[in-house]
Structures are given as structure tokens and as C-alpha cells.
């Protein structure tokens, strides 16, 4: 099975900016998706957006495209989640997931970490 830890959440003021970070081990598969969720208090669980297993392809959601950048370092077998110029609205609780053996659905999650954004 695939842990996923994710980390680096914080309290933050608007404007700063804060890097996730999202660690695998244990067994994956030979194609997948690594996807950033956040959820908001009251609101559906939304993709940020997601990188392919080599890293070279990415898509994001509108409302972070241009201040989010997902990367990944396979060394380390980390994704990372750089969030920039950060706004009160981004304030959520942040997860990594992986997609299953068939990268339709996502299957492994992080626990989540807290991303609160004062004015």
C-alpha cells in the first residue's frame, strides 16, 4: 500500500507564501497521479490540481493558477505544493492524494494539513 504524509501547513499573512510538502513510501504503481485537495470549512472538498508520475505535466485549478506550483522530487520521492501570494480564501485544511492502479480515481490520501491566511 502508499503512505502519503503531508506537511508544512501554517498560520501565514496575506501575500506570503508557504510550501507544502507531500512524502510517499511504501508500494505505488508504475503510473499515477499526485493531486492537491483543500477544503474549506463548509465547502466540498476541491482539486488545486495535480502532476504526472514524471513530473512534467501539471494542471491547476483557476482560482490558484499563476500563485501555485506543483513539483516533484523523485529523489526524495516528495511532491511539493508552492503556494504564492497567498489570500484569505486559500485558508483550508491541504491534502496529497495518489490515484489508484487505474488513475481514475484518487485512492490514498494525506492526513491533511491546516492552511490559515490572515488579512
Known amino acids: 500500500q502508499v503512505q502519503l504524509v503531508d506537511t508544512g501547513g501554517g498560520l501565514v499573512q496575506a501575500g506570503d507564501s508557504l510550501r507544502l510538502s507531500c512524502a510517499a513510501s511504501?508500494?505505488?504503481?508504475?503510473?499515477?497521479?499526485i493531486g492537491w485537495f483543500r477544503q474549506a470549512p463548509g465547502k466540498e472538498r476541491g482539486l488545486i490540481g495535480s502532476i504526472s508520475t514524471n513530473g512534467r505535466s501539471t494542471i491547476y485549478a483557476d482560482s490558484v493558477k499563476g500563485r501555485f506550483t506543483i513539483s516533484r522530487d523523485n529523489a526524495k520521492n516528495t511532491v511539493y505544493l508552492q503556494m504564492n501570494s497567498l489570500k484569505p480564501e486559500d485558508t483550508a485544511v491541504y491534502y496529497c492524494a495518489q490515484t489508484g492502479a487505474t488513475m481514475r480515481t484518487y485512492e490514498y490520501w494525506g492526513q491533511g494539513t491546516q492552511v490559515t491566511v490572515s488579512s
Open positions: 511504501g508500494r505505488t504503481f508504475s503510473t499515477y497521479l
